[in-house]
Structure formats: C-alpha cells, structure tokens
C-alpha cells in the first residue's frame, strides 16, 4: 500500500492523520521537534495504527521509499508551500497537498464562509457561527481557529446526525497559499496590513494570496474602511461593501453602513442599533457589518440578528475582558500578534493604559504603533525574545511613561501590579504585538498563562 506522509504534529497534522488513517490510508506523520506533549500525542496515534516518527527535520532523506511509493505529502500551515524540499518532491512528480485542501475534498458537499483577513477574522468567525446556532441554523466552525478542518471533516464522517447547513472557516494566507482548490460559498475579507512578511517576503505577494480567495468566492464581502481593500476596490470581483460611515461618492456607494444615528443601514432602510453588540472599538463595528452582511445573505432577518448580537459574549484572548483590580479593567488581547491588532486593541480602551506587550518579533510597520501608544499608554512593560529591540524602539519614540523590561509573563504581571499603585493608570491590557512562539505554543497558551497570572489580583466579583 502506498504511504501519506504527514509533515507537522499540531492541530492540522494530528486532524488529518486521523481522518486519512479512518479513510484506509496508510499514514506517516513526521515532525522535527521532540517534547513530552508530542510524546504524549504521539502515543495515541501509534494506538491506533499511525507510525510517528519525532525529531526528523523536513528533508529529502526523511522519505527513504521510493517515489512511487508514495501517495501523496501533507504539509501543514506552518510548512511553507516553497520550501526547497517540497519542491524537490515535486519535480520529481510526488503529490504535495495542504491539510486545509484535503479538508476541503470532504467537504465540499457543504458551502462554506470562509473568513480572512489580517485582523479581526476570528472574532467575525465566532460572531457569525453564534449567530446561525441562534438562528437555529447548524453550522461548524473550524480551519485557523479551533478544530482544524479536517477533524471537522473527521467528526462530521463519524457522526450520526445530520450534516450542518454551513461550514465557518477561519483561513490564513498560509492556508490560502496552500489550499488553491477551496472555492467558497462566501468570502469575508476584514481587512489587509503587512504581516508574515518573513514567509510572503512582499506585501503584494500577501495581498495577492489573501485575494485568490475572494476570487474564487461565489458571494464577496468587503470592508471600505480598510484602506488596503478600498484602494484595490474591483482586483478581486464584484461584491458587497460595509462601512462604519455612509461613504457615497460617485465612485463608491456601501451596501451596509452605520449612519449618523448610530444605526446599522442598508438601501432597504435601517435595520438596528450598532450599539446591540457589546464590544469596544470601531474595529467591532467593521466586524459587526461584515457579519451582518453574511447573516442577511444567509437568510437571517436583521431583527434575528439583532437579538442574536444581544447576547454575544466575545472571544478569548481577543480584547477579553477579565475583570477590574479596583477600578482598574484588565484586557487579554493576547491574540494581537502584530502591530496593528494591537494597536486597533489599544485605541479601544479607555486611556491611561498600562501595556503588557513582547514575544517573538514580526515584521511590519511599527509607526501607527507608536503613535496610539504615545496618546493611549503610561506605563511599559515588554518581556520575552523581542523585549530589548521593542525597548528601543520605544525609547526612540516621543512615548515618555515607565518603560520596563523583563524576562517572563509572570515578572510582567509582577511589575505591572506593582506599577498601578504608582501611576494612575485606567486599565492593564495585554497586547503583545509579538508572536508567541518564543516562549509559548500559541497565542491562546500565552493568553490563558496571562489569565491564570492576574486571576488572584480581580475583584471577587469578577473570579
């Protein structure tokens, strides 16, 4: 029989080892590191007839059978599509896939919305998913957040039950790039600034992967307030428009927009008040339309969207908030991973701030950054790989609060504790600006470590 080489042991590898092997296929998952987690993962897959093979790096030499032997490479999102020895592979004509299209291949029976986006695109993910389930429309929810896809494709061809009506997938470029047969039902796109520059080496080439998707959407949904999409208005077809202002010039009219009254309002009249969704920050109010215009394509009448947005909770790490020290609210914005989500996160939070930020370092435009942090921020406190070049920075900037550096999350809640009694702050928010990857597995590992830190320090109201 011939072999399917997974390449990776995260999220996507371990959903589609499992449904390929549940499938009759012969499966080999390969991945480089080595760690008791792994360990652990790897267990339960060889328990179930899947060879794990740990701490071999992605090379030539890890595939030792001949190339008619096998059937077809996996990579996972964090395996780039041009690494050098995938494309050896391909030249010699073996068959290299993305996790995110064999997810696709089972299931595209069922229409997807996929999501995309720079930032914001997981909020919209949730929003949307929550507001179908309170519509009494089945959907799973799935890709870049939460299940990968393909466990969604695995538990959806195990189950029972009818299959959901829709399918909700957060998509990244590294999927995107990857995945060039995933032709949505709907596209979202929340919005495009520089960002994984280090693996798509140009903004354009970013720019360029993100919009193939929107291509090949049957029904397209844009933000005008992004000012990349509006200066690049048409590249990718012909869709609907939001905006958080009307907009209407003679070259551009919104289909969806709040108007001065503060009223979600579309060319039938107003539908409701933006107000209904309980979450702080013009960047909310994009994504609110956004959603509400895919809910409206959906079927869903604007009065069910808007007791559906009555009762939304938010998102983890995603501007969370977790309660106040005093009067003081703590935020977990642990999933601002670059520049501009935390800059969006800051600017919606109540001034002075005391700012909690560092991690593995992005590429990316850093002045809107240092911008909102001079007008919103008092206090400083960086930690982990990139703490010394943000202090720089920082310190070159005209930001004249405390600015400190430490080695861990723990020392920065430590610090920041004990700097609220000092300046008078309104709100401490983790924003870190920075990947996780140099100390913590993911973003949401860095957010609940967080949590977890400040949780003795809340109100008891708030536990």
Not at 315 to 329: A, D, N, Q
Not at 334 to 355: E, R
Request: aromatic share 6%.
């Amino acid at each position: 029989m011939a072999i399917t080489y997974v390449i990776g042991l995260g999220r996507s590898g371990l959903g589609v080892s499992r449904l390929l092997q549940e499938k009759g296929k012969k499966v080999i998952v390969i991945e480089s590191r080595v760690n008791d987690e792994l360990i652990a993962l790897s267990k339960g897959l060889i328990e179930n007839g899947i060879e794990v093979k740990l701490g071999v790096p992605l090379s030539i030499d890890a595939f030792p059978c001949q190339n008619k032997d096998i059937e077809e490479i996996i990579i996972s999102p964090g395996i780039a599509w041009d690494d050098k020895t995938l494309i050896k592979l391909r030249d010699r004509g073996v068959k290299v896939v993305s996790e995110i299209s064999i997810a696709w291949q089972n299931l595209n029976h069922i229409p997807w919305i996929a999501v995309t986006g720079t930032n914001g695109k997981t909020t919209v993910s949730y929003l949307l998913h929550h507001i179908l389930k309170q519509n009494g429309i089945s959907s799973s929810m799935g890709g870049n957040v939460g299940l990968a896809a393909s466990e969604v494709a695995r538990q959806i061809a195990s189950s029972h039950e009818k299959p959901p009506k829709w399918l909700i997938m957060e998509i990244s470029s590294y999927q995107i790039e990857a995945g060039g047969d995933i032709t949505p039902k709907i596209g979202i796109w929340t919005n495009l600034t520089p960002d994984h520059l280090e693996r798509h080496k140009s903004l354009e080439n970013y720019r360029n992967i993100k919009g193939s998707l929107l291509r090949r959407s049957e029904f397209r949904i844009f933000n005008y307030d992004d000012h990349d999409s509006k200066e690049n208005k048409g590249k990718w077809g012909e869709g609907i428009w939001v905006s958080i202002k009307e907009n209407v010039s003679q070259n551009h009219i919104n289909d969806l927009w709040i108007n001065s009254q503060g009223i979600v309002t579309s060319a039938n009249g107003e539908l409701f008040e933006a107000c209904v969704l309980d979450m702080p920050g013009n960047h909310n109010l994009q994504n609110l339309l956004l959603v509400t215009a895919a809910a409206l394509k959906v079927g869903i009448k604007a009065k069910d969207i808007e007791a559906s947005l009555k009762t939304f909770k938010g998102v983890p790490h995603r501007l969370e908030k977790l309660g106040r020290i005093g009067s003081i609210e703590v935020f977990n914005d642990s999933k601002a991973t670059n520049y501009d989500a935390s800059s969006m996160g800051l600017d919606a939070v109540d001034a002075p701030i005391i700012l909690i930020a560092g991690g593995q370092l992005k590429k990316g435009s850093v002045s809107k950054w240092l911008k909102t942090i001079e007008k919103k921020v008092c206090g400083i406190i960086l930690f982990g790989e990139g703490a010394i070049y943000l202090k720089k920075i920082i310190g070159e900037s005209k930001f004249k609060g405390e600015l400190l550096c430490c080695e861990n999350m723990k020392n920065a809640v430590e610090i920041a504790i004990d700097l609220k009694g000092k300046i008078n702050a309104r709100a401490i928010v983790l924003s870190p600006a920075c990947a996780s990857f140099d100390q913590y597995k993911d973003f949401e590992e860095r957010g609940n470590h967080f949590r977890h830190l400040i949780n003795p320090f809340l109100s008891e109201s708030d536990k």
